[in-house]
């Protein structure tokens, strides 16, 4: 492999992979690194929520109609536990087939790999990334693949995993929310095919999404507690999972694997580096509660996409280039992470003023169709809605 390329992309996850099928046609001479082995990708156990322009990106990028096992979100119900209150958002209401999606993480990437292949782009799984230089010449990265370190220079470096490489120089902005999500398959006795819930109780909010034959189920609680809830025995964790969400799906009859994972925000500083952008959750990790933290990054990968694709090759990494696509995503970036945080410290806690505050506003919210109407399309498409 030569030791210069256009452009290096550091993680082969989905936003990794969008952004390099977005400029498979570009001529340019593009490298993946990817840290896990080939064997290794293809096995995350989580489902995905992508709302309705995520499909539509991914309608753009060719791949869509090649995913599979993808169930439908035509309404969400959100409510808080012990409280009257609540909002329905309808896809009918917003004149959209559907507001969202769920699906294997693992149908996604599959399908997002399987459109590359055969490109003229190079992708090295089990390729660890030790070093990232950024200079005003281009970005210098040191590797490590098959046993022996390798250099590689490249006109822009696209980090899209992770960014711990640059953490140190610029490190960024964490919030421990307290939080970590346990996420399970779960059946029940009256699913409601094409409806998710989204329900706030005071350990933090709880979501079931409609998933091939129940929900897939993320549990938001304090870390010692989701500890606990990750190893209860069955009958207990579907009873305290009644407990906490009612009868709205009747009973819930079995649980599957489960996974914990902690909850913060991580947000990148929003500087412009020479000839290095950060994307995905790279550049910003989200809390699930809105499930906005994938879709942002599929955004970030199709608008630094268009913003190469309309540059000359020299210009690659250029600070005029990079100052142009911060200020294009900074409003869009913003906003998703001030609804997505003010969502989690509204309603994450036992306040009695605000729990009847917040009680009051869902009721107000579900007789406000245009209110509606800007929160379900924010939550579509972004700021681009």
């Known amino acids: ?116 292949t055969g490109s003229k782009a190079t992708c090295l799984t089990g390729a660890v990334v030790t ?48 939080q970590s999500a346990v996420i399970a398959h779960v059946t029940c006795t009256h699913p409601q095919p094409g409806i998710a819930f989204e329900r706030f109780t005071m350990q933090g909010p709880l979501a079931l999404l409609p998933f091939r034959d129940g929900y897939e189920l993320v549990w938001t609680a304090a870390h010692e507690m989701a500890q606990e809830i990750l190893h209860w025995n069955d009958t207990t964790f579907l009873a305290q999972l009644h407990q906490h969400f009612g009868d709205r799906v009747g009973e819930f009859l079995t649980i599957g694997k489960r996974a914990c994972f902690p909850l913060r925000l991580k947000r990148a500083p929003e ?17 699930p509660v809105a499930g906005q933290g994938f879709n942002m990054g599929l955004r970030d990968a199709w608008e630094l996409a268009q913003e190469i694709l309309n540059r000359k090759p020299e210009a690659l990494g250029s600070d005029a280039m990079l100052t142009s696509y911060r200020k294009q995503r900074q409003l869009d970036r913003n906003a998703g992470i001030h609804f997505t945080d003010g969502l989690v410290r509204l309603f994450s806690n036992d306040l009695l003023l605000l729990k009847s505050g917040r009680a009051a506003a869902l009721t107000v919210l579900d007789c406000l169709p245009g209110a509606k109407k800007f929160v379900a399309r924010r939550m579509m498409f972004g700021t681009n809605g």
């Open 131 to 178: 070093q990232l230089q950024s200079t005003s010449n281009g970005a210098f990265i040191n590797y490590q693949h098959a046993g022996h370190d390798h250099q590689l220079e490249a006109r822009l470096a696209v980090v899209a995993d992770g960014g711990k490489l640059l953490e140190a120089a610029h490190p960024p902005e964490i919030r421990d929310y307290g």
């Open 1 to 116: 492999m030569n030791a210069h390329c256009d452009i290096a992309i550091i993680g082969g996850g989905p936003v990794g992979t969008a952004l390099m099928l977005a400029l498979r046609d570009s001529g340019l001479q593009i490298v993946m690194l990817e840290a896990r082995k080939i064997e290794h990708v293809n096995t995350d156990p989580r489902a995905l929520a992508l709302s309705s322009g995520s499909r539509q990106l991914l309608e753009r990028l060719g791949v869509w109609e090649d995913i599979t096992q993808v169930s439908l979100i035509k309404t969400i119900h959100i409510s808080q536990k012990n409280s009257f209150g609540r909002t329905l958002l309808r896809a009918e209401e917003l004149k959209v087939p559907e507001l969202g999606y769920v699906l294997p993480y693992t149908a996604l990437q599959d399908a997002l790999q399987s459109a590359v």
């Open 271 to 287: 500087i412009t580096l020479p000839h290095t952008v950060l994307i995905g959750n790279a550049a910003q990790t989200l809390h």
